[in-house]
């Protein structure tokens, strides 16, 4: 692998990884995404944005992160109301928001698709390994937002 490579695209999607590791592996232990952590996402991914765009930049990804955290905690209310349960937990939301400072709205749709599908096979894996799955099947969504954000960020979605 060239040291452009690395620097160009595997850096820039590790970095976050202090950050995101342990809040994926709290959520798999106490289901609970802590808000210092999703705080700290948020921070680091403005002052990468600022480093890179200036304070304009900056702006941008706390407008996104507004933005996608409008998005989704709308549609974390549609869900419970149409199905009298919640599906996604609020600490999850907050996370996304944090994850489009990184990203920006335009990264979301990988994050998500990576993360759905990635718990998905876990799921898949589970009902394999002859576990009962059904509709009351709680998974930490964590872990797989991490994960999202990370192949958002190694496949360059631009942020």
């Known amino acids: ?24 592996l709290i959520d798999l232990r106490r289901r609970i ?5 999703t705080l700290a996402l948020l921070v680091l991914g ?17 407008a996104e992160a507004g933005l996608a955290y409008a998005l989704f905690r709308t549609l974390r209310a549609l869900h419970a109301r149409l199905s009298g349960r919640i599906g996604l937990g ?22 998500i698709l990576a993360a759905s599908l ?3 096979a876990v799921i898949g894996m589970l009902a394999l390994s002859g576990r009962a799955i059904g509709r ?20 360059g979605v631009p942020g």
Not at 16 to 24: D, E, I, V
Not at 136 to 148: E, I, K, N, Q, R
Request: no cysteine; proline share 9%; glycine share 14%.
């Open 1 to 24: 692998m060239s040291a452009a490579l690395l620097a160009g695209a595997v850096l820039p999607a590790l970095l976050p990884l202090p950050l995101t590791l342990p809040a994926g």
């Open 33 to 37: 995404i802590p808000d210092g952590l």
């Open 46 to 62: 403005l002052a990468v944005a600022a480093w890179r765009d200036g304070i304009s930049g900056a702006g941008l990804g706390l």
């Open 90 to 111: 609020l600490g999850d939301v907050k996370f996304i928001a944090a994850a489009a400072a990184w990203t920006g709205l335009a990264g979301l749709p990988v994050l």
């Open 118 to 120: 990635s718990a998905l």
């Open 136 to 155: 009351d099947t709680a998974l930490p969504f964590g872990p797989f937002l991490a994960l999202g954000l990370h192949v958002a960020l190694a496949v």
